[in-house]
């Protein structure tokens, strides 16, 4: 009364055949499921990845922005009127010329 096992070969040999012969369709759906779900995590991956990469260059881009608004400020103050005038008298000890000394320049 012993009992004979099949061998293990065989088995997967009757599994492997009966994959190519009835269930390839399953298993060619099965691949494609594979593959399209990959697609979606490396798709969602990328997307998340773009959105922050994009947050990042707007807040830099408000950085940027308030600097220049900055330097905007500087440049007017820098070139006001007043200010050109007394650093070109205490600086370069200049004058205005007197009237008598103006001279004018008409073209015809």
């Not at 096992?5 to 390839?24: A, E, N």
């Not at 060619?28 to 997307?47: C, E, K, Q, R």
């Not at 260059?57 to 009127?81: Q, V």
């Amino acid at each position: 009364m012993s009992q004979s096992t099949p061998p293990q070969s065989s088995l997967t040999k009757m599994i492997g055949l009966d994959l190519l012969g009835v269930g390839r369709l399953h298993a060619i759906l099965l691949i494609f499921i594979f593959i399209s779900a990959i697609g979606v995590v490396l798709a969602t991956h990328n997307t998340r990845q773009m959105a922050v990469q994009r947050e990042n260059l707007l807040l830099e881009k408000d950085i940027l922005d308030g600097e220049w608004r900055n330097l905007i400020l500087e440049e007017s103050a820098l070139a006001e009127h007043s200010r050109v005038q007394s650093r070109s008298v205490e600086e370069l000890n200049m004058e205005r010329p007197a009237p008598d000394k103006e001279v004018i320049i008409k073209l015809r």
